[in-house]
Nanobody, 126 residues
Framework: QVQLVVTGGGLVQAGDSLRLSCAAS????????MGWFRQAQGKEREFVVI????????VYTESVKGRFTISRDNAKNTAYLQMNSLKPEDTAVYYC???????????????????WGQGTQVTVSS
C-alpha cells in the first residue's frame, strides 16, 4: 500500500510557473502506474499526465502538452509536475494517483487508480 502527499499548489498569474510534488511512502514507484489528475469546479476529474510503472510510457493531455512536464526522483520516491505558462483554464484541484500494476500498462481513467493524494489547489488569475 502506498500513501501519497501532494504539495506545491498556490495562486499565480497567467504565464507563471508552479511545481507540484507527490511524495510516496509505504512502497516505491517501481510497482505503480501513476498519474496527475485535476478537477475544476463543477467538472469531471480529468487526467493531466499519466505514466507507466517503468516511466517509459508517458501521456499528456492535449491541453498541457509543451507546458507541463513530469519528472521523478526515485531516491526520494517523489514525482513532480512542472507547470509552465499557466493559464486560467488550468485552475483546478490537482491530485496525484497510483495504481499497483505488474506490467507497464497506462491507465487513463481516474477510476482505475486506487491510491490518491489529498489534492492541492492551483489557481491561475488572468
Amino acid at each position: 500500500q502506498v500513501q501519497l502527499v501532494v504539495t506545491g499548489g498556490g495562486l499565480v498569474q497567467a504565464g507563471d510557473s508552479l511545481r507540484l510534488s507527490c511524495a510516496a511512502s509505504g512502497s516505491t514507484f517501481d510497482n505503480y502506474a501513476m498519474g496527475w489528475f485535476r478537477q475544476a469546479q463543477g467538472k469531471e476529474r480529468e487526467f493531466v499526465v499519466i505514466w507507466s510503472r517503468s516511466g517509459n510510457k508517458i501521456v499528456y493531455t492535449e491541453s498541457v502538452k509543451g507546458r507541463f512536464t513530469i519528472s521523478r526522483d526515485n531516491a526520494k520516491n517523489t514525482a513532480y509536475l512542472q507547470m509552465n505558462s499557466l493559464k486560467p483554464e488550468d485552475t483546478a484541484v490537482y491530485y496525484c494517483a497510483a495504481r499497483f500494476t505488474v506490467d507497464d500498462s497506462l491507465y487513463y481513467g481516474h477510476p482505475a487508480y486506487t491510491y490518491w493524494g489529498q489534492g492541492t489547489q492551483v489557481t491561475v488569475s488572468s
